[in-house]
């Protein structure tokens, strides 16, 4: 069975600063990634997703991802962040020919003036 | 093009009655999974329904929930007897079909989600 863990429950940044959300996942085979973003009151929305090709995947917003498969991670990073980027952000992975999607616990991202 | 329509938004119950979570999914998806997501935690995987069938359930509480997706109509989850520890956020995604290509059957699309709070 799948699982993710991500290791940051929150994290704060300054305004302007570079970003990196950490998450490892467990699966046998290779796995369907996601990066989904949740504003307070809101649904989830989805950032962006690796499949298989290049393990560096671009999204919206600017965020980026990168597919490590040797330390089973899929980090999210984004180079500038802004204050509208203050959110939870969750790690999900899908596994191949299914359909069920298991989250991680999120990582709550603050970001300061 | 309405996405995923969840109602009602908030939703409050007394311990001991029942509580009906509908949702819509996005045109064209025939794929219905519903979610929790108690305070502080992520969310926890309940349900994954098609049109009149039940594919996996492996998340649900073997008592007082239920789920169901009818060939007409929205899927409801549907929680008995409700108690305390239920209040939480329920949150309900669809995808499209597998034959939509590899992918795209794998991305959700969630809903505002359903509040319940149970007094």
């Known amino acids: 069975a799948q699982s993710v863990t991500q290791p940051d429950i929150h994290i704060t940044v300054s305004e302007g600063a570079s970003l990196e959300l950490r998450c490892n996942y467990s699966?046998?085979?290779?796995?369907?990634l996601f990066w989904y973003v949740q504003s307070p009151g809101q649904g989830l929305q989805l950032l962006l997703k690796?499949?298989?090709?290049?393990?560096l995947v671009q999204g919206i917003k600017g965020f980026e991802a990168e597919f490590k498969r040797s330390q089973s991670s899929f980090n999210l990073r984004k180079p500038s962040v802004h204050w509208s980027d203050a959110a939870e952000y969750f790690c999900?992975?899908?596994?191949?020919?299914?359909?069920?999607?298991?989250f991680g616990a999120g990582t709550r991202l603050f970001v300061k003036a | 093009n309405a996405g995923v329509m969840q109602n009602p938004r908030h939703l409050v119950r007394r311990r001991g009655q029942e509580a009906r979570l509908r949702c819509s999914p996005m045109?064209?998806?025939?794929?219905v999974y519903w979610y929790r997501q108690l305070p502080e935690e992520g969310l926890k995987f309940m349900v994954y329904?098609?049109?009149?069938?039940?594919?996996?359930e492996s998340g649900m509480p073997k008592e007082r929930f239920s789920a169901e997706f009818p060939k007409e109509g929205p899927s409801i989850l549907r929680i008995q007897q409700v108690v305390r520890g239920d209040s939480a956020a329920y949150f309900c995604?669809?995808?499209?079909?597998?034959?939509?290509?590899?992918?795209?059957?794998?991305?959700?699309?969630f809903g505002a989600g359903s509040r319940l709070t149970v007094l």
């Open positions: 995604a669809s995808s499209p079909p597998s034959g939509t290509g590899s992918s795209g059957a794998n991305v959700l699309t």
């Open positions: 699966y046998g085979a290779t796995p369907y």
């Open positions: 690796y499949f298989s090709g290049d393990t």
């Open positions: 999900a992975v899908g596994a191949t020919g299914g359909f069920k999607t298991i």
């Open positions: 045109k064209g998806h025939s794929h």
């Open positions: 329904l098609q049109k009149e069938n039940i594919i996996d």
